[in-house]
């Protein structure tokens, strides 16, 4: 079945269900399946302010999930048994050691209306609470997208979705992409509904006057500040091809500076060129004054995304972009406020990003508010009435079961 992803939801025809009746306050169990004590990762930080907007909407939302650093934060629960598996590159926290008895008793002390489960085929956290909590209403968000993988992996996920999607009663993908690779192992219907961005949160900087040029000077003489965010040693990111084009720019003597954000994981550091700062992985304060700071976002990713969220980021702090042209990009990018290049390619991106800074000022401002207003639309405000669209639904289906967990014989309760 194809997926919906015009969902205009009619309020006044909602199921009746004890718990969406009146629209009153849903008791939610927002659920990652990585460890959230890492810093970034595009998954986590959709779960943070999709809890955040549902509060506003006056939700009680739990955020769940391992964690590989205990936390005592307000409405947030983390387990242990986090382990890194390596993976492109890159460090992967995943919670595969995660205790089930201490899931049992989570659940067994917590009641909840929904269990919205973020990569449900990421083991073992999303395994045990499906199955340990089997009355409550469950919702799945499918995030990942891969382009090709191995016969193992793909039996693996199929096997996974036969234990878990009996129980799971209503599916989101976050694109086009994400949905066609969920629907090899979820065969019900799906919704998308996309990443989104806090568009209160990355702002455009204040407009201020510009200064008259000094005599003799052009208008544009300042260096254009490019900005790359993403984990650098993980190859899906483009991070080399980046590196490469920079230094081309630079021979080029072309006015450029470049700042670098992210982990290296098991990377070496970025190479010394002039005009280029790594300042490694950075709090969210940092890295949203360095979005409005720079002149130019980049966006140089390989493949495997299946949506770009780094680009609502930079779009919503009102910059042009100069991505990769691959799918999950292609789901974001505007027309005139975008350049997309040659995916792996380091000259394609050098052009690019030299027809980007070799335009006017002006220019560039200009397609930053074009972006900026695409943006919009994904404020999770406006996409956290939608999700909780597919809440209500969920509880429909799951109705008249008991919001009470399923635990394992000989359990106190």
Excluded at 107 to 114: A, G, I, L, Q, T
Excluded at 209 to 226: H, I, M, Q, R, Y
Excluded at 238 to 261: N, S
Aim: hydrophobic share 40%; glycine share 8%; aromatic share 8%.
């Amino acid at each position: 079945m194809a997926p919906r992803n015009d969902i205009t939801p009619d309020r006044s025809s909602d199921p009746a269900t004890p718990a969406a009746v009146d629209h009153g306050r849903l008791r939610i169990c927002m659920m990652v399946t990585y460890d959230m004590a890492s810093p970034g990762g595009g998954v986590k930080q959709h779960a943070l302010h999709l809890a955040a907007s549902l509060r506003r909407l006056g939700d009680e939302v739990t955020l769940v999930g391992p964690s590989s650093v205990p936390t005592d934060e307000p409405d947030v629960h983390s387990f242990s048994g986090v382990v890194n598996i390596p993976a492109n590159g890159s460090d992967n926290f995943l919670g595969l050691f995660v205790s089930p008895r201490a899931i049992a008793t989570f659940f067994r002390e917590h009641s909840f209306d929904v269990i919205h489960i973020h990569e449900p085929l990421q083991p073992a956290l999303s395994y045990w609470s499906v199955w340990l909590t089997r009355k409550i209403a469950h919702v799945a968000t499918f995030h990942a997208f891969a382009e090709a993988e191995g016969f193992v992996l793909r039996w693996a996920r199929k096997v996974w979705g036969l234990m878990m999607f009996p129980w799971i009663q209503r599916a989101i993908a976050v694109s086009e992409p994400a949905a066609r690779y969920a629907r090899d192992a979820w065969h019900r219907e799906l919704t998308i509904i996309p990443n989104g961005v806090p568009t209160g949160i990355f702002t455009p900087p204040a407009p201020a006057p510009l200064p008259p040029p000094a005599k003799g000077t052009a208008d544009d003489s300042a260096p254009v500040k490019l900005l790359f965010v993403g984990r650098i040693g993980d190859i899906r990111k483009g991070a080399r091809f980046l590196f490469e084009a920079y230094a081309a720019l630079i021979a080029r003597k072309l006015p450029v500076t470049l700042d670098v954000i992210g982990e290296l994981g098991q990377a070496e550091p970025p190479p010394e060129l002039p005009g280029l700062t790594y300042h490694g992985a950075v709090g969210f304060d940092q890295l949203t004054a360095m979005y409005r700071a720079c002149d130019v976002f980049v966006a140089p990713s390989t493949g495997q995304e299946s949506f770009g969220i780094v680009l609502l980021e930079a779009m919503a702090s009102g910059k042009p972009v100069v991505c990769s042209d691959i799918e999950g990009y292609r789901q974001v990018a505007t027309t005139e406020g975008s350049t997309l290049v040659t995916p792996s390619n380091a000259k394609a991106l050098e052009d690019g990003i030299a027809q980007v800074v070799q335009t006017d000022a002006e220019t560039r401002r200009r397609h930053g508010e074009i972006n900026r207003r695409h943006a919009e639309q994904f404020d999770y405000d406006r996409l956290a009435e939608r999700v909780r669209h597919e809440y209500r639904l969920a509880i429909a289906a799951r109705a008249p079961a008991a919001a009470q967990p399923i635990l394992p014989a000989g359990s106190e309760r």
